[in-house]
């Protein structure tokens, strides 16, 4: 993921192919993707009152989250990641940040925050100027109310330009992280993976690690669960593929599952996103769920 | 298809569920189609001045199509269609035609069309009150340049709207008509394929008629070619399967292949279509096409 301004956005538009519009956005595609297993969701964003606002706020509502921020009536556009998919399925994004610049603490919805058992924050948001604020108040409010924090590091390109204030938070304030190898890597500055999970797991509670089709590791104290990638006919665009493995984790952590249950529900979420382009799910992931035993 | 206004395709929108914006248009699926076989095709149609506009004119011309119409800069809003497909496949579309309504004999490109091998016209165009007058100058246009005159019977519901009009244009103007079987038995009126169908290719130098999973017949004057539909392993949106056909077929016509070639073609890229959400292709036609042999 690189980050682009407004001109650049219109430069690279003008030079790609034809393309298709769909919601987005790390945090609300796993909301998305808890709802669509049946759990209950909401989320905290910033957007215009544009039109790709208005879509937003319709596919996040329509599936049933929580979204009640208003839309800012001035400033920067709502924001929108233009993602080149290669054949093999890889992705390039390309995010013009636009209104969430915007964020702040003032945006919080205590009551929606207390209210969830668990708090989830993106890595994405160190980028923006004022977030960072919001981010540690955030985690102050869930934990001032009992909930457990979690936080995903988003991008390896996002842990390298804000690196110490990830291992702040983490320090101070994260229950359950989740990362990709190559993230997690980055954050403790090893590229030998065992250590990198045995950091995680001393600063959390429960380090939750993705490596793509070698599945993911679970880590909880002297706990480790391995859990196998799960099937998919045809991998088309991996873009999701961390936001949707979360919302199958979370649903799990907070319908009481065990662990090992939780990284199961992830995988088999993560295989229905990647098997398609876009990172909303196309079919009701509780189906799928309910089809693997897993609900 | 049913024609809604802005407040109905308010509040149906907010009644649908998460959705998926990709540009559409029954022509301009057709010519985006020709353009992705690797042919040369031109679009004629009225957008404004908004997003959806920007984003119809650059999947348009990304692709290859040649789109001069300037963008209205007040009056209605781009065109939409709200499409709700079941599990099944089948479609059910909304159309709320905005800027479309305004299209007019003034919109029409006289050296785009003087230079095109055929100039094809959809039958959604007798809807808006001031394209049937375009729709006949076109048509005035292409004949006196001596081009060939094709059109898409489009939609049964609205050959049952305006079925005079229809068999009006088609006894003065067009050489080849596409329709499928249930269109082409409410324009002459009869449950009969076979007798419709003769009463088609009466009309028309070429008749082209699509009949779903039983494939096409393409007649000719005497001669008549029966040709199979193309294989799909699984049926996901039928949205375009017919615009996507008279692209295979319009493309084969222009480069002069035998009419059963230009029926497999149809096929092929009809194939295409429907085994995705969506009315645009997501493969480079061209690539199916030589692998199946016929380029």
Do not use: W
Request: charged share 20%.
């Amino acid at each position: 993921m690189r980050l682009i301004d407004g001109l650049e956005a219109d430069r690279l538009y003008s030079e790609m192919g034809p393309g298709v519009e769909m919601s987005g956005g790390s945090v609300a595609n796993t909301m998305a993707g808890i709802a669509s297993l049946g759990g209950r969701a909401g989320y905290i964003g910033l957007l215009r009152d544009d039109q790709l606002g208005q879509v937003f706020r319709h596919d996040i509502t329509a599936v049933g989250v929580t979204y009640r921020v208003p839309a800012a009536s001035a400033g920067p556009a709502t924001a929108r990641c233009l993602i080149l998919v290669t054949p093999d399925a890889q992705r390039t994004m390309n995010t013009y940040l636009g209104a969430c610049v915007e964020l702040g603490p003032e945006h919080l919805d205590r009551a929606l925050i207390e209210s969830a058992q668990v708090l989830y924050l993106e890595g994405y948001l160190f980028d923006p100027p004022r977030a960072k604020a919001a981010i540690r108040a955030a985690a102050e409010i869930a934990h001032g109310a009992g909930r457990k924090v979690s936080l995903s590091l988003s991008d390896p390109f996002c842990v390298e330009r804000h690196r110490a204030d990830f291992r702040a938070l983490i320090a101070d304030h994260v229950d359950i992280v989740f990362a990709n190898e190559i993230e997690i890597g980055s954050l403790y500055e090893t590229g030998d993976f065992e250590a990198a999970a045995r950091a995680a797991a001393h600063d959390c509670e429960i380090a939750v690690l993705t490596r793509s089709a070698k599945g993911s590791v679970v880590v909880a104290g002297a706990a480790r669960h391995e859990i196998p990638a799960a099937p998919v006919p045809q991998v088309v665009d991996t873009t999701g593929a961390g936001d949707l493995y979360a919302s199958g984790f979370l649903y799990g952590i907070t319908y009481g599952r065990l662990l090992d249950v939780c990284g199961r529900l992830g995988s088999l979420c993560a295989a229905e996103i990647i098997s398609h382009i876009g990172a909303r799910p196309e079919r009701p992931l509780k189906d799928l769920a309910a089809a693997s035993g897993l609900l």
